[in-house]
């Protein structure tokens, strides 16, 4: 396990922002001073000697921990609205879920068969369990509705819960990698996997001696216990990956997913790694189908900011107005490249609940807006939004934090690239964690 010395909520709250104000507020000058706390440069079996402070290497991530208001807005995660937990964190009991203007809308999930079985998922989390020494297991397993749900971060500095892969056996990594292969579509996983070598790269591109800059980096902690019947998931995060997986029967919600990275491309150990082609290409693609009318009605400004997404870590409750043009307005050929777009991203999960997932979407089609800000050439760092009662999707290519700024400390202020991104699916309406299925639930079964 990965020794952490307990805090309290206020504590770890304030040790977040101070160290992330002065990694922005300081750019190189700060990172080269704030990684002197621990380190376990191999992601062995043995037992990180971390103190509990993580270092203060380059977030990668919006914000990094700063209090809503304590930043300009354009700044990392739009004025502190995707920086992770921290003042804007909100509690299990307090989560409404994005909306457009506070009002939840009703009806629009219920508990039922979806005939795509969950055995798989919940034998595997199973294993990965049992496969667990007992101080582990107690370590990452929490209530079904507990609050660590919504205290995610995509930051590296961020002091995370349950059990790190890189403190425990390659045995039992083995099982938590079959965990993830059973819930995620075999893109997903890939996709999971090269994000977690790009973050190795990325912390031997900075020198090394990182723990939070390694694959080993990524924790896994589980809501309730692993059933075919009764409510429970698991999490899975660290720098630039959150994956938030509910089960209930064989209902699945795999929202909030957020999936990053910073570069996209380079050499790992020999292996050529790309990202987010596939996301750029099809949002692309959708966009130069439209006409000029329509394109003018989509992009809102030829111009992005270093950081312009809005419904990150921390934002379980974002209003979020419809924006760009609404997909019933589309040709038939515009909508199959809409729909193909959103598979992209819910194509990370599992192959049977993907289509579960892409039904409900193309009931939706109709009330589906397309938004688009940046400019629109192949190699353009741009920003798209997909959003619907039921599906909300952001993709934001971000200004360098650490790779590439030529010796110094990028920021929100800099110039975005295709380098650096980041993606976000969410379920609106209080769609994400299964709140509302559990709720459900909870009022007709008990």
């Known amino acids: 396990m990965h020794g952490h010395r307990p805090r309290s909520p206020e504590a770890d709250r304030s040790r977040r922002w101070f160290m992330n104000t002065a990694l922005l507020a300081g750019g190189a ?10 380190s376990d440069a191999s992601d062995t079996a043995t037992a990180s000697s971390s103190s ?6 380059p977030s990668g991530g919006p914000g990094g921990g700063m209090p809503t208001g304590a930043m ?10 995707g920086m992770g937990p921290g003042q804007s964190e909100v509690k299990y009991a307090d989560f409404k879920g994005v909306s457009t203007n506070g009002t939840i809308a009703d009806g629009l999930y219920s508990i ?3 005939d795509v079985s969950t055995d798989g998922i919940v034998k595997a989390a199973q294993a990965f369990l049992d496969g667990l020494g007992a101080k582990e297991r107690k370590s990452c397993t929490f209530d079904v509705d507990n609050d660590e749900w919504l205290a ?14 890189g403190d425990i056996t390659a045995t039992k990594r083995d099982l938590g990698y079959a965990l993830l292969g059973a819930a995620l579509s075999a893109d997903g996983l890939t996709r999971t996997r090269n994000i977690m070598k790009l ?19 990524y924790f896994f902690t589980f809501m309730g216990t692993p059933s075919t019947t009764k409510p429970w998931g698991f999490q899975y995060e660290g720098h630039h990956v959150a994956i938030n997986f509910f089960v209930l029967g064989d209902q699945v919600v795999m929202t909030p997913t957020f999936m990053g990275s910073e570069p ?3 050499t790992y150990k020999g292996e050529k790694i790309t990202l987010f082609k596939t996301e750029t290409k099809a949002g692309l693609t959708l966009l130069r189908s439209l006409t000029a009318a329509q394109r003018a009605k989509v992009i809102s400004s030829d111009k992005k900011s270093g950081d312009d997404m ?5 934002q379980d409750n974002a209003k979020l107005a419809y924006q760009g043009l609404v997909a019933k307005d589309f040709t038939s050929a515009q909508k199959q490249n809409l729909l193909d777009l959103v598979r992209v991203y819910v194509g990370n999960m599992n192959d049977g609940h993907a289509e579960v997932k892409m039904t409900e979407v193309e009931a939706h089609l109709d009330a589906t807006y397309f938004s688009w800000m940046g400019e629109t050439k192949d190699s353009s760092a741009f920003y798209y939004r997909v959003h619907s009662p039921i599906v909300l999707i952001e993709y934001d290519a971000q200004s360098p934090l650490a790779y590439g700024t030529k010796g110094g400390m990028g920021g929100p202020n800099g110039t975005p690239t295709q380098q650096h991104i980041h993606t976000i699916i969410r379920t609106p309406n209080a769609g994400d964690y299964g709140v509302d299925l559990l709720k459900l639930h909870l009022d007709n079964d008990h």
């Open 29 to 38: 000058a700060a990172f080269a001073t704030m990684t002197g706390c621990s």
């Open 52 to 57: 509990g402070a993580p270092n203060g290497a």
């Open 72 to 81: 300009p807005s354009g700044g990392p995660g739009g004025g502190g609205k």
């Open 112 to 114: 039922h068969s979806t």
């Open 152 to 165: 995610w971060s995509n930051v590296d500095g961020y002091q995370r819960k349950g059990v790190r892969m």
């Open 199 to 217: 973050n190795a790269f990325l912390g031997d591109y900075s020198g090394g001696d990182r723990d939070t800059l390694t694959e080993g980096a």
């Open 264 to 266: 996209t491309s380079a």
């Open 310 to 314: 809005k419904a990150g870590a921390g």
